[in-house]
């Protein structure tokens, strides 16, 4: 249902408000450029500081624009299982293709409240779920064996794995099939996620080089393995680049550099360290992108 390139979009900010001028160019440029399906609010469109109204917002814009060209993952999750729900009935509401549902954060559930968590989300919204493993953020793995429990209920249909763990990888595709889609969470992981047979990636460097990572994608979708690992290696140093500081950092950074928006965050949130900053604008010029 969800595959290849899928850039988790920033939210653009001017004067403290969503830009939505700037999130509609970037939507219809992503669509020009190849991208597969696009996740509003997602950790990299700073979910954590939007306000409920602004959260929805941006879904519904994101949705009205992209205009059924291609999937909307709407990012629905919080650490509140309540919480998560009413976010998922709204995005469904708004006419969202998905939602994509981080593992509830800070009070780290065990196995059982996580497969609990996901399945009580599930059985109140009927609507694709995208599972969100991210134990750097989150401080809790959803572990392969809680992925087969969760895979085989109906609505939930894909998981973002971004963990970096091949190992991990490996036993959630072994022990799942084809009852769930893989995809993976960490530019680096794309290549060999998908060699290992996940279907694509949720991405964040997409949100600079769209069509790059999309035809990396379609190359591995097609077993063009010689074209895969020659675009895996040209975007590495860009990849590495956008963690530079923390993730939506870099990121926004660079767009703004690009032209493409304005470098504004929301504290605890600010802008790179000018050492960094540097390091990042040269190799921009290096892939000419500025």
Not at 132 to 144: D, E, H, L, Q
Request: net charge negative.
């Amino acid at each position: 249902m969800f595959k290849g390139s899928i850039v988790a979009i920033v939210t653009p900010f001017r004067d403290g408000r969503v830009d939505e001028k700037a999130l509609s160019e970037l939507i219809e440029w992503h669509i020009a450029e190849g991208t597969d399906a696009i996740v509003p609010c997602g950790t990299t469109g700073e979910s954590a500081t939007l306000e409920y109204e602004e959260h929805y917002r941006v879904i519904e814009m994101t949705i009205k624009v992209v205009n059924k060209r291609v999937p909307v993952i709407a990012g629905t999750g919080a650490n509140s299982t309540d919480e998560t729900i009413m976010m998922t009935r709204k995005a469904k509401e708004l006419g969202a293709d998905g939602a994509l549902l981080v593992a509830p954060y800070y009070n780290k559930p065990t196995q059982e409240g996580l497969y609990r968590h996901y399945r009580a989300v599930a059985e109140a919204v009927d609507l694709p779920l995208v599972l969100y493993n991210v134990p750097g953020r989150t401080a809790v793995n959803i572990a392969p064996e809680t992925v087969a429990r969760l895979a085989e209920i109906e609505n939930i249909v894909a998981i973002k794995e971004a963990s970096a763990n091949m190992r991990q990888v490996s036993d959630i595709i072994r022990l799942c099939g084809e009852r769930i889609t893989l995809l993976s969470g960490d530019d680096f992981t794309t290549l060999p996620l998908m060699m290992l047979g996940g279907k694509g990636v949720i991405s964040v460097v997409a949100n600079v080089v769209p069509s790059k990572v999309a035809q990396l994608c379609k190359a591995c979708e097609e077993g063009r393995i010689e074209e895969a690992r020659r675009l895996h290696y040209h975007l590495e140093p860009l990849n590495a680049a956008m963690f530079l500081e923390t993730n939506p950092i870099p990121v926004k950074t660079a767009l703004s550099m690009m032209g493409r928006i304005k470098e504004e965050f929301r504290l605890p949130l600010c802008e790179m360290a000018d050492a960094n900053k540097a390091k990042l604008q040269a190799l921009l010029k290096d892939y000419g992108l500025i």
